[in-house]
């Protein structure tokens, strides 16, 4: 792996400092985050500004080569243990996942995250989720979904189904206590959260993928003025964190 020497320097639009480590890490400082709880959505896209490739279907949820986008996160130490694995690497990227996990209080997803599925819930064929019966989050995850049912409690996560983006939001607002509440996809949740302007920071892993069609992050919606907070990059991905002005 190339080896870069460390270096600091300002940046001129917003006055924080870039600084790239001897370990090819670059990371920037100076500029806080927004103040109170934040709404932050947290997911992986290509290059192009895919979040999941063509013709989904159960065997690949996220479409042809869409497992790619998540290959930088599956090899940490963090992300395993999170998921009762052990091994893994100890690196900047294992540092951001068990940051951004102990910051959330409670997660937002939308339907097709949850389960792949749409319709009835009788219908769907992973209608208690991907994740079997002892789900990674350990937190309450808010499902977007317009078929009701009652809550799922799997392990020591409950999932709560909600009838559209405000409510979800509000309510896992209310279970998130003092920390963050975290929407992890997909596409069109976020993208109802940007356009009703619930969204105060978008957390972007951009991994070095081209998939040249499937589902865009940014297709029907408009995030408005942002600005650069965070800029952390590895061999593997490079991680964005933008704050909605």
């Not at 109170?36 to 992986?44: D, R």
């Not at 896209?45 to 895919?50: I, K, Q, W």
Request: hydrophobic share 40%; aromatic share 6%.
């Amino acid at each position: 792996m190339l080896r870069f020497p460390r270096w600091a320097l300002p940046c001129p639009r917003t006055g924080c400092v870039l600084e790239r480590t001897a370990d090819s890490t670059m990371i920037s400082h100076g500029l806080p985050g927004p103040k109170g709880m934040t709404t932050f959505l947290n997911i992986s896209m290509s290059l192009d500004g895919f979040v999941a490739g063509p013709n989904p279907t159960l065997e690949e949820p996220l479409g042809e080569g869409g497992e790619q986008l998540h290959e930088w996160t599956v090899r940490l130490e963090s992300w395993r243990a999170q998921h009762g694995l052990e091994g893994g690497e100890s690196n900047a990227d294992a540092d951001l996942v068990r940051e951004t996990h102990e910051r959330t209080g409670a997660f937002v997803m939308g339907r097709r995250m949850f389960s792949g599925g749409s319709g009835p819930w009788e219908d769907d064929p992973k209608a208690n989720g991907w994740w079997g019966d002892d789900p990674p989050f350990d937190r309450p995850v808010y499902v977007v979904t317009h078929h009701a049912r009652e809550p799922l409690v799997l392990g020591s996560t409950t999932f709560t189904f909600v009838d559209g983006i405000e409510e979800a939001i509000l309510q896992a607002r209310e279970a998130a206590g003092d920390r963050d509440v975290q929407i992890s996809g997909g596409a069109s949740v976020a993208q109802q959260a940007l356009n009703a302007g619930l969204l105060d920071e978008l957390n972007i892993h951009v991994a070095p993928q081209v998939l040249g069609g499937g589902v865009r992050l940014f297709e029907s919606a408009d995030p408005g003025a942002l600005e650069l907070v965070r800029a952390v990059e590895s061999p593997h991905v490079a991680h964005l964190t933008y704050r909605v002005r």
